[in-house]
């Protein structure tokens, strides 16, 4: 059942409402402090700034304390509501979302670790072109996604859902490219490993802010698209399913 037709906010209980209203804000909340993470870890590495780095590194425990306290809220709306139809969907997503959220703040942290390693040893290797240009397109499909959460915008998450196949051609494009530049110059291998361990984070977080847009589908339509070519999806695919 489609949410516009099933909605959240139409409870007895005001308090099942609240519940159900918190869960909601409360990734997003989550979601801000993920993204705002990825951004740092980036700057701090194209500006060499190493104290910025640490503080991402130092931060990542915040993420996984609000990842806890979600999935408790979560178990408790579970057990104390038995939730039904989209109101299930909004528990079951939100319990999937904090997981990829958490792991797109690790993979934040890896990069602020491999910055630090690069300011301290005076590196600034080659790749930091396609580093910028990589983060960039995954920086947005973070965004994309959390968007398309707050606003139930199943065309949104199409969009981030097309956009994960030319982050995979960007990553694969760099990579060869470092790969060949490595084996001209042995000395650049310890540095420009640092970038393509860099690189694999961000096309990590891809792929979850892909997974993200496809728990938005779940939700708003009771759709799960998992394990399905999207790329070719339109949005009145999702009404035949």
């Not at 072109?129 to 995954?138: D, I, Y």
Request: net charge negative.
């Amino acid at each position: 059942m489609d949410i516009t037709s099933d909605s959240h906010g139409k409870h007895i209980s005001e308090q099942f409402n609240h519940e159900l209203d918190a869960l909601k804000t409360h990734l997003l909340a989550m979601g801000g402090l993920v993204e705002k993470q990825l951004q740092d870890a980036v700057t701090a590495l194209l500006e060499g700034d190493s104290e910025t780095a640490t503080r991402v590194r130092d931060n990542d425990k915040a993420v996984n304390d609000m990842q806890l306290k979600i999935d408790d809220e979560c178990t408790r709306v579970l057990a104390r509501r038995q939730p039904a139809a989209s109101d299930l969907r909004l528990v079951l997503a939100v319990i999937r979302a904090t997981s990829d959220l958490e792991r797109i703040g690790d993979e934040s942290s890896k990069i602020a670790r491999n910055a630090i390693s690069l300011v301290e040893n005076g590196q600034s290797p080659r790749g930091m072109v396609e580093v910028r240009h990589l983060s960039q397109h995954v920086r947005s499909m973070v965004r994309d996604s959390l968007t398309a959460f707050a606003r139930f915008d199943t065309d949104l998450a199409l969009k981030v859902l097309r956009e994960d196949a030319s982050v995979d051609l960007e990553y694969q494009s760099a990579m060869r490219s470092l790969m060949t530049f490595m084996m001209e110059d042995a000395r650049q291998i310890t540095p420009v490993l640092n970038v393509m361990w860099i690189l694999r984070a961000l096309e990590r977080i891809g792929d979850h802010a892909d997974n993200l847009a496809e728990y938005v589908i779940f939700l708003v339509k009771g759709v799960d698209v998992r394990h399905t070519d999207t790329h070719d999806l339109k949005p009145q695919d999702l009404d035949k399913k």
